[in-house]
């Protein structure tokens, strides 16, 4: 098993997050095999296997990779991962951040995105 001492953006790991992290690389994975997912992120085969025994974790350029292809941010999976509930997600929290021009801004490219002919 992983060394209890090694942590996960500074808390310390525990079965709980090694069996989320397992379940949701399983879950990632979907009906792809191993090796196939292992390319579409970047990996080996068996870093794969790892994560999804429990055996090793993802550096944070992977916790990114697999973030987005569960459709999330990387602190929306980090904290899943440590069964921790966002009461507001980390681009609500940049959203509130920014100047009413920025957000203009955003929402005209966020409608021209949906619909280009308009």
Do not use: C
């Amino acid at each position: 098993m992983i060394d209890q001492s090694v942590s996960l953006d500074g808390f310390a790991l525990d079965e709980g997050v090694l069996q989320r992290l397992a379940t949701a690389v399983y879950a990632a994975r979907g009906g792809r095999s191993q090796r196939v997912f292992a390319k579409v992120v970047g990996v080996s085969q068996s870093t794969v296997q790892a994560w999804e025994n429990g055996k090793n974790i993802p550096n944070l350029e992977n916790l990114e990779k697999l973030a987005e292809i569960r459709g999330e941010l990387p602190e929306e999976f980090v904290a899943y991962l440590y069964g921790r509930v966002l009461t507001e997600s980390p681009l609500e929290q940049r959203v509130k951040g920014m100047a009413r021009r920025e957000i203009a801004r955003l929402t005209r490219a966020i409608a021209t995105w949906i619909d280009p002919d308009h």
